[in-house]
């Protein structure tokens, strides 16, 4: 379809909700008219122009010389206020998948790639056929992934670990208020896109998630909603019913309430020690309560104010350290640096290509491993 590279990088660009004159300055061409006559056709494309373009929308350069050869795999987002803005996440974050399975390839490792449930497995162990089955089927989903997956009564303490150690990916973008998470799975693996800027509890609410749409990938077809999601979704509904079984198990929080003399203990001293226990937002467990009638309906609200959402601030940041598989400051998680680092130390990678595979400058290289003990 794309025998002419110059339409291809049009449609990029356009996806992208560039000017030709933004992609240009983007790519580092002093004139914008070089860009208009590669996309054209009326200028010989050669490798550098494909790298510099390429590294603009963030994409591999592989992706121009073999596109006829890929199909369109959409991420599935949610909440995602511009697909336009969102391409060059879109970009990236698929860009950080195809990179770790070729940093496998290349290093003669295993890769652990993660197969979502096929149809026909989630048809015959759930029997999801109608709609009044889903959070049925949500509930029973989570309880096999807790036991599956070995992750405790608490499960957002080994939820990341766990995951990643099953081939699916967590990355870290700064996506500002354009998108809240997103999720993929392709041939290359499984990943999960969270946003920078929200909160760590909030972010383990995030992977549960988009963990449920990963496991259920094959079974839903979300091209009726241009593979963005909101919250009044049906299917994020059920994906919240998954997420919230899967870090506050029933039969965990009813251990909890056994611990008080009587269920007018359950106040806003018990809400903020038990949510930082799961770490969770104070909210999440507050409706966990009430789902479970722990509480009676509406009364979640009457257990939080302001006060008790900066003392759950302190005790959170106080009790919880950040997680080595999902470092702030980075994009990606510990295990794809990790893998790059090899390959860079064992001169499979030059320094340029190292730089590249980590989204930074070559200059940024050494005080970069000097930050993580690696230098």
Known sequence: MYNNIGLLIKKERENAGLSQKELAIKS?????????????????????????ISNALNL??????????????????????????????????????????HLSDF????????????VEELKKEYFINRREDKYRFASELAKNIKERFKLGDYPANNLIREIINRGILIFLFEMEDNGSAASFVNDSGAAILLNRKNVPWRRHFDIAHELYHIFTWYYYDFKSK????????FEEKVANAFAAELL???????????????????????????????????????????????????????????????????QYNLENSQEEELQDEDEFPFSYLMLAYTAYKKTRLTKM?????????????????KQRGLY
């Open 107 to 118: 290093l003669g490792m295993n890769y652990k790639q993660f197969v979502p449930f096929s």
């Open 226 to 233: 241009n593979y963005n999601l909101s919250d009044n979704d």
């Open 60 to 101: 591999n350069i592989d992706y121009f010389m073999e596109y006829d050869k890929k199909k369109e795999e959409p991420v599935l987002w949610r909440e995602c206020k511009d697909r336009n803005k969102s391409k060059m996440h879109e970009n990236k974050f698929k860009s950080y998948i195809e990179n770790y399975k």
């Open 28 to 52: 580092g061409y002093n004139n914008y008219q070089t860009l208009l006559k590669i996309e054209k056709g009326d200028r010989n494309i050669t490798i550098s122009d494909l790298y510099k």
């Open 248 to 314: 506050m198990p029933e039969d965990t929080v009813k251990n909890e309430i056994d611990t008080l003399h009587s269920r007018n203990e359950i106040d806003s001293f018990f809400v903020l020690q038990t949510s930082i226990k799961f770490q969770v937002s104070l909210e999440a467990f507050a409706a966990r309560l009430e789902f479970l009638g722990y509480i009676k309906k509406g009364g979640k609200n009457n257990l939080i104010d302001k006060n008790i959402k900066k003392e759950f601030w302190n």
């Open 353 to 369: 290509k190292f730089a590249k595979y980590l989204n930074k400058n070559i200059g940024e290289i050494d005080y970069y491993l």
